[in-house]
């Protein structure tokens, strides 16, 4: 039944291109599931991109970077000479269908060069070519040493499932450092701020402590002419008292013993 279910597979893949290319956007989004970042915050699949006639593209993935940078990465598949080079039962049909997959690879990064999906957005220089399977991969680098340099001049980077795994742990990494620093960034603001107020929360209440002193100053000399002194008012009051006006208040034996009059009384 194994049997049965990958040689269906492999027929199906085989002769259609449109599930080809599911295939390869599956495998693309499985690798994106399994890499910490997420959809729509750190990548986003199909998103539509107009060039400069106006025409839509719909790269699979563009991978977000810190500080608004994006990169491209669209699938491409190439598995029907593959799977003939593999299946194939002499040495010069093998060398026949692999030298059709190397031109079908080769033929996936001109198509994709040519698109310059990085003067479309705030990218770096390059975009990424995902080949999901690693054995077809492998055979194309291994037969066309070339093929990987000759990409780069196209500002395509070819990359297999274990290559753009290794690239998003980076992409991962990067984003925690841009958290990190960040943190940091917000640390000396929020500190720099607390720090600000505390000064000036020292100078309110340095000058609450003046105007108490000031207070307390004026307090001092205002009771020292109520209670104070031989002419003070409190003792002035009390004579007036004593000489008949007509009043039935008093002042309390507290007020009369600061102006040394309790004893009088």
């Not at 279910?5 to 290319?21: C, M």
């Not at 693309?28 to 060039?51: A, C, F, P, W």
């Not at 194939?88 to 692999?98: I, W």
């Not at 505390?198 to 402590?209: I, R, Y």
Request: with cysteine; net charge negative; hydrophobic share 35%.
């Amino acid at each position: 039944r194994i049997t049965t279910e990958t040689t269906n597979l492999t027929n199906a893949l085989k002769g259609n291109s449109k599930v080809q290319g599911d295939w390869g956007e599956m495998i693309l989004e499985t690798i994106l599931d399994n890499s910490n970042l997420i959809r729509g915050v750190h990548y986003d699949t199909q998103l539509n991109i107009k060039d400069e006639a106006g025409n839509n593209l719909r790269p699979d993935v563009v991978l977000y970077l810190p500080e608004g940078k994006r990169i491209v990465i669209d699938s491409k598949v190439s598995l029907t000479a593959f799977v003939g080079y593999v299946g194939a039962e002499d040495e010069a049909t093998r060398r026949q269908y692999l030298a059709s997959h190397v031109a079908s690879v080769r033929q996936h990064v001109v198509e994709l060069g040519r698109k310059e999906y990085q003067r479309l957005l705030d990218s770096p220089d390059f975009v990424i070519m995902f080949i999901p399977n690693e054995p077809a991969f492998l055979a194309a680098l291994q037969n066309d040493s070339s093929i990987w340099a000759d990409a780069y001049d196209k500002k395509v980077i070819i990359s297999s499932p274990t290559n753009l795994f290794a690239l998003l742990k980076l992409v991962d990494d990067l984003w925690k450092r841009n958290a990190q620093n960040k943190n940091t960034a917000d640390i000396v603001t929020y500190g720099t701020k607390l720090y600000e107020q505390l000064v000036a929360f020292t100078v309110s209440l340095e000058g609450v402590g003046q105007s108490l002193d000031a207070a307390r100053d004026k307090y001092n000399d205002a009771y020292k002419r109520l209670c104070t002194g031989n002419d003070n008012i409190v003792r002035c009051g009390e004579r007036l008292r004593k000489l008949g006006i007509p009043t039935k208040k008093q002042q309390s034996a507290r007020t009369l013993q600061a102006a040394d009059l309790l004893d009088e009384e």
